[in-house]
């Protein structure tokens, strides 16, 4: 008897012992959960995110170990024409009194007139640990506070990183708790219509979030082999979620058409493993290998991303594979109820092959004129992905953060009265020992020489130098009066380090120096995506064509799969640049456009697009092929597999682009951009590129779409009546 697959096997253990299995699963999620909870997170450094020169300088100054306590400004401005120097004064006196009167405060300065007399700032410098600063504020706000209300002709506010870090923790903290509780009832919302029964719809979150739970606990223990960013949760949230719910409605649907039409429960659960459950597997393997290739950008953002989407990917394929089967079991026929009466009549599983009559006409023009559709479609695509070529990488910065609060809006007017406190190059040195006079001069000497140039901020004190305790470590700050990204921000870069850095430290022996702060970090950011772009999809198209060719046994599968992806993820590409680098769509999506795309956008999108992009491509391909193999012709075949996995590609699909779409809600530039780029890609793929240029591709290929190198063809099994023979016939012709 020949051995059936290891997939089928599980399925068929699991849907014969489901309590053993739920309870394995319950256990295994627990433990992960638990485990990871209790080892704790390993979060990366400075040192481990080092990128470019940026890197260096960030590296030195960490090297200095140097006490950077917080400090927030107090800055005093005229409501309404200007300022009156008297009443500023006083102004700033009772600041002074007022600040120095609270326990956190270490330090308060003498109040500071701008240049243009505009202004006066006084800064206040914090006790204790700078990264719980914005957690100690209610005290200097309530201080602030009083000042102005003693001041009611002038404008007297509070900025600072604490109080820019909280206003911001607080805004994007909202949004994503937005975020999540729209995901959820959207998602569940979404299923019920896919469906038409309320524990149907609810597997495929529960299966979901149960991935999302083992797999966060399992990162927190790889954060002690590649250590952790802040967004690494999200980002296991967000592909734990499209690919939870789309596994679990590929096994699901099939196990119910199964069903309809007449099969028992356990051989309902088997044929779904063989079927959908090998696609579930050939799917995870494409996903898995699209996020490792995150490996090779050298960012250990990247890496722990990867990480993390490679193990809830893994534990989605493992949870579809094992207590799925085990829920369908157990449940039995229970898994269509409670019925919504009207949908359930729209959505009950068919129990013929025939796809809806709505896709049928969808798909008549590709089938009938594959040659014209298929070149009026592919330009079309084309046309969209032309404006990616114009594309331009940046980091958004403070000028992208929303001005809706307070803070922010206080530290444009802090800026625009003191430069200085604005973009600020951060020159770091280090030098052996006996050189802290010489290095103290040339940086005194760069700073005035800068403070000259016309590209740099004016200086509204003597220049800053910090030392290490040991005398090692030097840095001070130059600042440009230009926003981060701008051109001329960027030239004074160029300006630091080609000219100005090298001719003030170069008579310090053995002197190493390094400009590092936000302009270089974007500057440098840009060239190392654009350097390992090519070297990450390159990885990415060699092994996802080496895993589509032998799944299919099909060379020409594998180069048309890779050939519509790119296709797709280009046209992605092409609308983010067409919404994001102009100004047309800020009133609609509320943004304003960096002329830019975020600079590490690109090659993360490119992943995730080509990993979820092969979830829908291998599962239908796969039908296709299930239909060849009965006996119908290429054209028929290619009719009944996508027609008659229209439903669950489009419930996957559209439960994708609605969770993607609330992204694009949030305030900051780069999830919005996400979320768009996300949405628009899945959008494409599961209409344009499945509804219209896959079957023209393949209708048009016909039986060469089967084609392999003789070496690769499967083996026949051994067959033993004429009818096999026959069924063995036409899979060989194909």
């Keep these: 008897m020949e051995k059936r697959p290891v997939t089928v096997r599980v399925a068929r253990w699991s849907a014969e012992h489901p309590w053993r299995a739920i309870a394995l699963w319950v256990v295994f999620v627990a433990v992960c959960f638990i485990g990871g909870n209790m080892a704790g997170t390993v979060e990366a450094t400075n040192r481990d995110a080092a990128i470019g020169e940026s890197g260096r300088a960030d590296v030195i100054v960490d090297d200095g170990n140097f006490d950077n306590p917080a400090v927030e400004s107090v800055l005093i401005t005229a409501r309404t024409g200007a300022l009156d120097p008297g009443a500023a004064q006083q102004a700033a006196a009772d600041v002074r ?28 410098t914090l006790k204790g640990d700078p990264d719980t600063a914005q957690d100690r504020l209610a005290p200097l706000t309530a201080a602030t506070a009083a000042v102005q209300d003693r001041h009611p002709d002038l404008r007297v506010e509070e900025t600072g990183g604490p109080s820019i870090s909280k206003a911001m923790d607080d805004t994007l903290g909202k949004d994503f708790q937005r975020a999540e509780y729209l995901s959820l009832p959207v998602t569940f919302a979404i299923l019920i219509v896919a469906f038409g029964a309320l524990i149907a719809a609810g597997i495929p979150v529960l299966l979901a979030l149960s991935s999302v739970a083992a797999a966060l606990g399992l990162s927190t223990l790889a954060s002690h082999l590649v250590p952790s960013t802040d967004t690494t949760s999200s980002v296991i949230l967000l592909i734990g979620m499209a690919v939870g719910v789309d596994y679990s409605l590929f096994y699901l649907r099939r196990e119910r058409e199964e069903r309809a039409r007449g099969r028992k429960h356990l051989d309902a659960v088997e044929l779904a493993a063989e079927t959908s459950g090998h696609a579930v597997v050939v799917s995870g393997i494409a996903v898995t290998i699209a996020m490792a290739g995150l490996f090779l950008a050298g960012d250990v953002v990247f890496s722990s991303l990867a990480l993390g989407s490679i193990l809830v990917v893994l534990v989605a394929v493992l949870g579809s594979l094992t207590v799925l089967p085990a829920l369908l079991s157990k449940l039995g026929r229970w898994i269509d109820r409670p019925r919504v009466p009207l949908l359930w009549r729209l959505t009950r599983p068919r129990t013929d092959e025939r796809g809806s009559r709505v896709w049928s006409a969808i798909l008549r023009p590709a089938l009938r004129r594959p040659a014209a559709t298929l070149a009026i479609s592919v330009l079309a695509l084309l046309a969209l992905a032309a404006p990616a070529l114009s594309m331009r990488l940046t980091f958004p910065g403070m000028e992208d953060l929303p001005r809706t609060t307070p803070a922010m809006q206080a530290y444009d007017r802090l800026v625009k009265a003191f430069p200085s406190n604005g973009t600020v190059h951060t ?51 130059v600042a440009t009066p230009f926003e981060g990204r701008s051109d001329q921000a960027k030239e004074s870069l160029t300006r630091l380090r080609t000219q100005l850095v090298p001719q003030a430290l170069g008579a310090v022996p053995g002197a190493e120096s390094a400009v590092g702060g936000f302009v270089a970090a974007d500057v440098d950011y840009a060239a190392h995506v654009k350097h390992k772009l090519p070297l990450v999809v390159g990885f990415v198209l060699v092994l996802t064509f080496i895993v589509m ?34 100004t047309w769509a800020e009133g609609i999506l509320g943004f304003k456009s960096m002329d830019a795309v975020v600079s590490w956008l690109p090659l993360f999108l490119f992943v995730v697009l080509f990993g979820l992009s092969m979830d829908y491509h291998v599962f239908v391909v796969s039908r296709i092929r299930e239909a060849v193999r009965s006996g119908l012709t290429t054209r028929e075949a290619v009719a009944r597999g996508i027609s008659g996995s229209a439903g669950v590609v489009t419930s996957a699909a559209v439960v994708m682009v609605a969770v993607f779409a609330i992204f694009a809600t949030l305030s900051t530039i780069d999830m919005k951009q996400l979320g768009v780029g996300l949405a628009a890609a899945i959008l494409l793929d599961a209409t344009i590129i499945r509804a219209v240029v896959l079957p023209s591709l393949m209708t048009l290929l016909g039986n060469a779409n089967w084609w392999a190198p003789r070496w690769m063809r499967p083996r026949p099994a051994p067959r033993h009546s004429v009818a096999e023979l026959d069924s063995e016939k036409v899979f060989l012709k194909v």
């Design 549 to 582: 060719a032998f799944t299919f046994r099909s060379v020409v599968i594998a180069l048309t799969s890779i050939a519509l992806n790119m296709l797709s993820a280009a046209a992605s590409y092409g609308l983010v640049v067409l919404i994001f680098q102009g």
């Design 427 to 477: 020159v770091a040195v280090r030098v052996p020992a006996g050189q802290l006079d010489n290095t103290k001069a040339a940086l005194t000497q760069l700073a005035q020489k800068a403070a000259a140039d016309p590209l740099f901020a004016p200086l509204d004190q003597e220049p800053q130098i910090q030392v290490s305790k040991d005398g090692r470590v030097a840095v001070l700050d």
């Design 97 to 124: 009194t007022a600040m120095q009167a609270l326990p956190d405060v270490a330090e308060v300065s003498d109040p500071l007139p701008s240049h243009d007399k505009s202004a006066m700032v006084v800064r206040v």
